[in-house]
């Protein structure tokens, strides 16, 4: 079946914009995960949602970063008025009820100019 | 405090060697799970496999094994008869036992590793 997908593969904007990276998971997987990755690093959780309810987002950097999964589906995270410093590879995961694996998308790297 | 250590940043083999990468775990938890994923060159993340803390029994799937040893906090990963195909970077992890499954993954900072042919 479909894996996680995740859209635009690639994003290339200028300091200060916003941007709004997607993420659709396994159909049927309750528990959606975000990961920011540094090159040469493993992933950094950054956020998760089980159905529709944020339950942790301790790893935000800051209020810049923000999530949202409004239908317990598709879920959208938003960086606002980006910096350098945001760039990396954006990865989203999901997992069934029940399960501990995630099962990962193949990102989305950002890159801020 | 929770952490995984992969002190091998790079390993580089002939083909057909065998390998094996490290992974130390620090939790005070009595309850987790360990997990290897490869990341190719393509860029993906596969997972590979997930480990109880209850459970230390090893593991061999084809050329894979895994080595779980509760009393050095070790999960090792062994490829035998290495092929090119291995070459990736893989990440050790770890996750706690939180009030339901879902819960973070903290991951090591992975070992690149190379099959020269």
């Known amino acids: 079946g479909a894996g996680v997908s995740q859209s635009p593969r690639y994003k290339v904007t200028k300091r200060g914009q916003d941007v709004a990276l997607r993420c659709d998971p396994i159909?049927?997987?309750?528990?959606l995960y975000w990961y920011r990755q540094a090159l040469g690093q493993g992933p950094e959780f950054l956020t998760y949602f089980n159905y529709e309810a944020q339950q942790d987002k301790s790893g935000l950097p800051n209020d810049r970063f923000s999530a949202e999964r409004p239908e317990g589906s598709i879920s959208t995270l938003t960086i606002q008025r980006t910096e350098q410093r945001d760039s990396a590879m954006y990865r989203c995961a999901s997992s069934s009820q029940g399960a501990y694996e995630q099962y990962f998308g193949p990102g989305t790297r950002l890159t801020v100019t | 405090a929770q952490k995984v250590t992969q002190a091998q940043t790079e390993i580089s083999v002939v083909e057909k060697e065998d390998v094996t990468l490290d992974c130390v775990y620090e939790?005070?938890?009595?309850?987790?799970?360990l997990f290897w994923y490869k990341q190719p060159p393509s860029g993906e993340l596969v997972f590979l496999i997930r480990r109880n803390s209850f459970d230390e029994q090893n593991e061999i799937s084809g050329r894979y094994s895994w080595n779980f040893q509760k009393s050095t906090s070790s999960f090792n990963f062994t490829i035998t008869a290495s092929q090119v195909v291995d070459s990736a970077v893989y990440f050790c992890a770890l996750r706690l036992s939180g009030y339901s499954s879902a819960s973070k993954i903290i991951f090591g900072s992975g070992t690149r590793l190379s099959i020269r042919p």
């Open positions: 159909s049927g997987h309750v528990s």
């Open positions: 939790t005070r938890d009595t309850t987790y799970y």
